[in-house]
């Protein structure tokens, strides 16, 4: 029991260790954020890996996630005669939840692990140690462009995935389940409001700051060369995508709770 009691205090005291550095390194990278001087073509090179080269796959995942949510509702709806429900129930979860959400994960895959390994193979070869020798600031140089860039290319990655995954269930709902067109793109427009779609633009730019904090950090705290780089790039999308569930959570309680 005593042990056992020890294991568990040492687990604690672990986490607050971890979450007081990752809140130490979260203020001073907002304060690098926020003060002169900018590297602008830092931060452009940034928005264009995570917001042109995420396109793709954050738009495949909407389309097809659009054309199932379509395809499941009718068969759930069907049961009730509520059919007709379908083009709301799609636009709501595509632009509330699941474009957010999905593109959160696909770029924390993607773009997580690559902050955290390109960082990390920086760390372990010492050439963050040669910026800080010529007078650069890594947090400045490495660090303010990808959380910019993370913060404002993500709501836009996830506006395109809302269009998209309504269109994949319009799609389905015109061409396979036989509803009427007109029908379909007015059930849509009548029951979205502004809230909708800007809880989800909210939650996309929170969730791309996360995901490239994550991978900073963690490839800005790697050692051990190889093995370490690979542990930190683990690391990085593992604990993006834990905080975007969690996140998630909390900013639809505070968008929806009641």
């Known amino acids: 029991m005593a042990s056992f009691l020890a294991i568990l205090g040492r687990v604690f005291l672990g ?25 602008l073509r830092l931060i452009g ?4 890996q995570i917001g042109y080269f995420s396109l793709p796959v954050v738009g495949l995942t909407a389309i097809f996630t659009g054309m199932v949510l379509a395809l499941q509702s009718y068969t759930g709806f069907s049961r009730f005669n509520a059919e007709s429900a379908i083009a709301t129930v799609v636009v709501l979860s595509m632009t509330r939840e699941l474009a957010p959400v999905l593109a959160g994960l696909m770029v924390a895959g993607r773009i997580g692990a690559a902050m955290a390994a390109e ?3 920086m760390r372990v070869t010492e050439q963050i ?14 660090v303010a462009p990808r959380l910019v860039a993370g913060l404002t290319m993500l709501p836009l990655l996830v506006l395109v995935a809302d269009v998209i995954g309504v269109f994949g269930g319009y799609l389905v709902g015109v061409y396979k389940l036989g509803f009427n067109p007109s029908n379909y793109i007015k059930l849509t427009w009548d029951y979205l409001k502004t809230i909708d779609v800007v809880s989800g633009l909210v939650k996309a730019g929170v969730f791309g700051f996360l995901i490239a904090l994550m991978g900073c950090y963690h490839g800005y705290h790697s050692e051990g060369g190889a093995q370490g780089v690979g542990r930190a790039t683990t690391n990085a999308v593992v604990s993006a995508s834990i905080l975007i569930f969690a996140f998630n959570y909390i900013l639809t309680a505070i968008f929806f709770g009641t």
Do not use: E, N, W
């Open 129 to 142: 140690d040669a910026l800080v020798t010529l007078s650069t600031d890594p947090f400045k140089y490495l």
């Open 45 to 48: 090179q940034q928005m264009i």
């Open 15 to 39: 986490f607050l260790a971890a979450t007081g550095r990752i809140a130490i390194f979260t203020g001073i990278s907002l304060s690098h954020c926020v003060r002169p001087p900018f590297f």
């Open 119 to 121: 960082i990390g193979t």
